[in-house]
C-alpha cells in the first residue's frame, strides 16, 4: 500500500546513545516533515525538508539532525539521547498546500 | 504569533448526540484549515481540509467543518456521534513559508458515553 513508512515503531534508548529514525514514502511526494508528539501538547514540527535537497529547522530542532537522502526518504538522528526527547515521533510528506499531509503510524522513542 | 487553539482538552457525549469541537485560528492571511483524527496508538488520519471556496467542507466519516472568518473559527462537527469516533481530534493550519508545514492545536480527546 502506498503511503509514509517509519522504522522502527519503538525503541528504549539510554541517555547518551545516538540513533536513526527513518522514514520513507512512496507517493513521490516533494515534501517531507518531523514532528513529535507529547501528551498535551499536540504535534510540534522538527524539521522539515521543502525538497530534495533542502532542510528546514521548525518549531523544536534542538538535539535533532536529518537528513533528505534522497526523494523517498527523510531521516531523523538524535546525535545523544535524552529524557527529553521521550516522545512519540510522525514523519509525514505532502506534495504542497494542495495535497494532503500523509502521516506515518509513529516511532515511539523512550530515553532512560 | 500564530497560533492554533482548541479550547477544550476533552468532552464527552452520549452516543446518538450531536458534536461540535472547536477550533480557533491566529493568522495574517486565509490559512489552509485541516482536522485530523488519531485513534490510540495509531497515527493522525485526515478528516477534511479547507483551502478556499465553500466554507462548509465534508469530510469523512460524517464529519463537516465550517470556515468562519469574522471568528477565526475552523469547528468542527457531526450530527449523530458513534462509539467508533471516541479518539484524540487535532485542528492543524497550514504555513506557506515552512514548506507547506502544519501548525496543530494541542487536540480534544473524545469520549463517547452509551
Known amino acids: 500500500n502506498a503511503g509514509v513508512t517509519q522504522t522502527p515503531k519503538f525503541q528504549v534508548l539510554k541517555t547518551g546513545q545516538s540513533m536513526t529514525l527513518q522514514c520513507a514514502q512512496d507517493?513521490?511526494?516533494?515534501?517531507m516533515y518531523w514532528y513529535r508528539q507529547d501528551p498535551g501538547m499536540g504535534l510540534r514540527l522538527i524539521y522539515y525538508?521543502?525538497?530534495?535537497?533542502?532542510?528546514d529547522k521548525g518549531e523544536v530542532p534542538n538535539g535533532y539532525n536529518v537528513s533528505r537522502l534522497n526523494k523517498r526518504e527523510f531521516s531523523l538522528r538524535l546525535e545523544s539521547a535524552a529524557p527529553s526527547q521521550t516522545s512519540v515521533y510522525f514523519c509525514?510528506?505532502?506534495?504542497?498546500?494542495?495535497?494532503?499531509?500523509?502521516f506515518g503510524q509513529g516511532t515511539r522513542l523512550t530515553v532512560v | 504569533a500564530q497560533s492554533v487553539t482548541q479550547p477544550d482538552i476533552h468532552i464527552t457525549v452520549s452516543e446518538g448526540a450531536s458534536l461540535e469541537l472547536r477550533c480557533n485560528y491566529s493568522?495574517?492571511?486565509?490559512?489552509?484549515l485541516f482536522w485530523y483524527v488519531q485513534s490510540p496508538g495509531q497515527g493522525l488520519q485526515l478528516l477534511l481540509k479547507?483551502?478556499?471556496?465553500?466554507?462548509l467542507v465534508q469530510g469523512i466519516k460524517g464529519f463537516e467543518a465550517e470556515f468562519k472568518r469574522s471568528q477565526s473559527s475552523f469547528n468542527l462537527r457531526k450530527p449523530s456521534v458513534h462509539w467508533s469516533d471516541a479518539a484524540e481530534y487535532f485542528c492543524?493550519?497550514?504555513?506557506?513559508?515552512?514548506?507547506?508545514?502544519?501548525?496543530f492545536g494541542k487536540g480534544t480527546s473524545l469520549l463517547v458515553t452509551p
Open positions: 509525514a510528506s505532502s506534495e504542497g498546500d494542495r495535497e494532503l499531509a500523509f
Open positions: 492543524a493550519v497550514g504555513e506557506l513559508n515552512s514548506g507547506y508545514a502544519l501548525n
Open positions: 507517493m513521490n511526494h516533494n515534501s
Open positions: 525538508s521543502a525538497s530534495e535537497g533542502t532542510t
Open positions: 493568522y495574517g492571511a486565509t490559512p489552509y
Open positions: 479547507y483551502f478556499s471556496g465553500d466554507t
